[in-house]
T-cell receptor
């Protein structure tokens, strides 16, 4: 799986959009970009994934650059409950479902 | 909603003890996983299972074994606990090999003294 680089921490004001960047410059053509988050004292939670098109679901939007070397997870209206560590992962779709998390970004949503 | 439950949230054991961590999922998922999570090391796969009585080693299987006698239950066994096995243990499941979403349990924080 390709390696990802994320900022270690970010702050966001409650109600504002949180934009979490991820660099994955060595991504290969069959690798997807996945985002998970982990709220303190809980197991990780799937958020969204995509290959090359932008994706949106009820939790977030995923914007992938045209060259696929980076992406941004957008939480459109962050709440205090979105405070968590966010992990960006790139992997092939059928990689035995195994996940490998790096350091992630610790997002702090402040009132 | 899919629910993955783990037998304990917190566990304290002594060095040399045999430790059982239980995981149960209620959505008839094929694949189940055991990870450990440590600060600075991220999430590491210990073992996984894609069917009853089937198991595969992950990245760090040494010192661990697993058991999957029923589809919904996946057990992690520490035959002789050591202090370097103090960690957060996470169980997860997915419907099948092409499922993109892993469902995680709440985790068991194990301390070995």
């Amino acid at each position: 799986d390709a390696k990802t680089t994320q900022p270690p921490s970010m702050d966001c004001a409650e109600g504002r959009a949180a934009n979490l960047p991820c660099n994955h410059s060595t991504i290969s053509g069959n690798e997807y970009v996945y985002w998970y988050r982990q709220i303190h004292s809980q197991g990780p939670q799937y958020i969204i994934h995509g290959l090359k098109n932008n994706e949106t679901n009820e939790m977030a939007s995923l914007i992938i650059t045209e060259d696929r070397k980076s992406s941004t997870l957008i939480l459109p209206h962050a709440t205090l409950r979105d405070t968590a560590v966010y992990y960006c992962i790139v992997r092939v779709e059928d990689a035995g479902n195994m996940l490998t998390f790096g350091g992630g970004t610790r997002l702090m949503v402040k009132p | 909603d899919v629910k993955v439950t783990q037998s304990s949230r917190y566990l304290v054991k002594r060095t040399g003890e045999k430790v059982f961590l239980e995981c149960v999922q209620d959505m008839d998922h094929e694949n189940m996983f055991w990870y450990r999570q440590d600060p600075g090391l991220g999430l590491r796969l210990i073992y996984f299972s894609y069917d009853v009585k089937m198991k595969e080693k992950g990245d760090i299987p040494e010192g661990y074994s697993v058991s999957r006698e029923k589809k919904e239950r996946f057990s992690l066994i520490l035959e002789s606990a050591s202090t370097n096995q103090t960690s957060m243990y996470l169980c997860a499941s997915t419907l099948g090999s092409y499922s993109y979403e892993q469902y995680f349990g709440p985790g068991t924080r194990l301390t070995v003294t």
